[in-house]
């Protein structure tokens, strides 16, 4: 599913309205009803009392008929209009004139504030159909006070389209927004759902069709970043021939591990093995060989010459590289003085396997930025919004600001593979952006960054592309996370947790392909 800006959801819409010919009344009506359904499914009990919050412009429209249809069901819902009646235009004004000429109640914004506030304490759900992409700039009189009020109940509340306050595109809340339950947005999700404040104001979201199609988008030729969904993830899953070896799933080769850093590698070898890698190797200081083989059960360790404690840069042979299919440098590599000829060398010794870059691996490439795009295979990172300052040289705030469209900058400009991690991950290549609506504060843990990138190295061993290993172990992961959750609180889960929940994750996955 396409993630949309305001003004590519107008253009796709005009295009619906003046090119497929149907109607902006039309469309609004399926819209309300889209909600009105939802909530008659969610309260079969016609007597629950609710109130509706109508604005001036389309989203108001949408509050019409959402009252309207909750009037013909059998409720009483208490619908105010915020604004003058003089003020509505359009599909709004049409809706006002049926909601008017049906002689339904209206409560008008004249009977006062205090008035309003009876009627929300009262409620046990509120219907927000006060702004929705047409707001510009902080929220205005009455309705910040409005919203306000609302969010001071405790009212079940549904965002219509998005949460009043909410910018479409930036994500960012400019004063006050409302703080949704459920959010039922139409035709296609909105952009700043994933950015900034929006994950923190949407609740639960649900896209609701409005006979706007994504497809339209697709006849407009836009390019538009991409939803990662379970269904996406289950096509980026690669295949299992049902007769295959060992050597049919693929040898990935994790480099990294420091003497502070032990269990990094681990994770990552571990998280590989556990997502059907064949084969993995574990490339390590030989200072930390000792402990690594305690606590290793699975894969290959091979060490390389140190010194204190970290790789010294030397031992990078061909042999170390033979019949492996991808590379992840990185996990617990710690920052050395030889670091980014190490990485060089690695890379020299490749053919065009694709390799991951992690972690102090990142910090070891910031300045050899233009050898990655030379290089001949696939180049994935996976910075935190830290890590991604570093490589950038801007801040952490810069990036978090859109985080969409600096990932995008980036891996074109570098033509590498992105995985931008944080409350929302974005993963941009140079030929396409998608983003992940999954994950939690569970996934916030040290070695959570290490369990993604042994998933996206396993992936890519058993012959997934660069975008789909990346799509895959990011909505394991995260999906993951969400599991773990419900089993050991957010408190409790370990990046061990996440490998094993990733494995039920996988089963029912593997069932979907
Ligand atoms: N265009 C279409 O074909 C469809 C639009 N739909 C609805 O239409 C909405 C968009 O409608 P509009 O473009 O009319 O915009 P909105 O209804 O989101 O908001 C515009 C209104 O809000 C006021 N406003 C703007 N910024 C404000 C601020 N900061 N403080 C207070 N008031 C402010 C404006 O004066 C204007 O009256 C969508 O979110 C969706 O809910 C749906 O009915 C589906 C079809
Ligand atoms: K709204």
Redesign the pocket.
């Known amino acids: 599913m396409k993630i949309v800006k305001r003004d590519e959801?107008?253009n796709i819409?005009?295009f619906?309205?003046e090119e497929i010919g149907i109607s902006?009344a039309v469309?609004?009506e399926?819209?309300?009803n889209q909600v009105a359904d939802e909530i008659i499914r969610s309260y079969p009990d016609r007597s629950l009392p609710i109130t509706i919050l109508v604005?001036?412009?389309?989203?108001?429209?949408?509050g019409f008929?959402i009252a309207r249809r909750l009037f013909d069901a059998g409720y009483n819902p208490a619908a105010w209009l915020l604004?003058d009646p003089e003020?509505l235009q359009?599909?709004?004004l049409v809706q006002y004139r049926i909601h008017t000429a049906r002689q339904l109640p209206l409560h008008s914004i004249e009977e006062g504030l205090a008035r309003l506030d009876e009627d929300l304490a009262s409620s046990e759900a509120v219907i927000d159909?006060?702004?929705?992409?047409?707001?510009?700039?902080?929220?205005?009189?009455p309705?910040?006070h409005i919203i306000e009020m609302v969010n001071g109940h405790g009212a079940h509340v549904f965002a219509?389209?998005?949460p009043?306050?909410l910018d479409?595109d930036t994500g960012r809340v400019?004063n006050v927004a409302i703080r949704a339950d459920e959010t039922f947005t139409?035709?296609l999700p909105k952009r700043g759902f994933f950015l900034q404040d929006g994950p923190s104001v949407i609740g639960r979201l649900e896209v609701k069709d409005?006979s706007?199609p994504g497809t339209l988008a697709d006849r407009l030729g836009m390019e538009l970043p991409e939803l990662i969904t379970e269904q996406l993830a289950v096509q980026a899953l690669p295949g299992r021939p049902q007769f295959g070896h060992k050597g049919t799933f693929g040898h990935a080769l994790v480099i990294g591990g420091s003497k502070p850093f032990v269990g990094a590698p681990l994770y990552s070898a571990h998280a590989a093995y556990n997502t059907g890698a064949g084969l993995v190797t574990l490339a390590i200081p030989e200072e930390i060989y000792p402990v690594i083989a305690g606590q290793n059960q699975l894969a290959l360790i091979r060490t390389l010459p140190g010194a204190e404690g970290h790789f010294n840069g030397e031992g990078v042979e061909a042999d170390l590289f033979e019949k492996v299919g991808a590379v992840a440098v990185g996990p617990g590599l710690g920052r050395f003085d030889a670091g980014e000829a190490f990485i060089e060398e690695i890379m020299e010794h490749l053919d065009d396997q694709p390799i991951i870059i992690d972690a102090d691996g990142l910090y070891h490439v910031k300045d050899r930025l233009e050898m990655l795009s030379r290089y001949r295979g696939a180049v994935i990172l996976t910075p935190h919004p830290g890590e991604m300052a570093t490589l950038t040289g801007r801040t952490v705030a810069d990036i978090e600001a859109d985080r969409i469209t600096v990932a995008e900058d980036f891996a074109r400009k570098y033509q590498v593979h992105l995985v931008l991690k944080g409350h929302r991950t974005i993963i941009a290549t140079p030929e396409g952006t998608w983003v992940n609506p999954h994950g939690n504060d569970a996934l916030a843990k040290g070695g959570s960054g290490d369990v993604l990138t042994g998933m996206i190295a396993s992936f890519l061993a058993q012959g997934a592309g660069a975008a789909e290993a990346m799509q895959a172990a990011v909505y394991v992961h995260a999906a993951s996370g969400e599991r773990a959750a419900q089993k050991y609180s957010h408190y409790g889960v370990t990046p061990g947790n996440i490998i094993e929940t990733g494995k039920e994750m996988l089963k029912e996955m593997e069932g979907k392909k």
Do not use: H, P, Q, Y
Not at 129 to 141: K, P, Q
């Open positions: 959801m107008l819409e005009r619906a309205i902006g469309l609004m399926i819209a309300g604005g001036s412009g389309n989203n108001g429209g949408d008929v604004v003020k359009g599909d709004a159909a006060m702004l929705g992409t047409g707001i510009s700039g902080a929220v205005r009189e309705f910040n219509v389209d998005l009043s306050g479409c400019e139409f035709a409005i706007v």
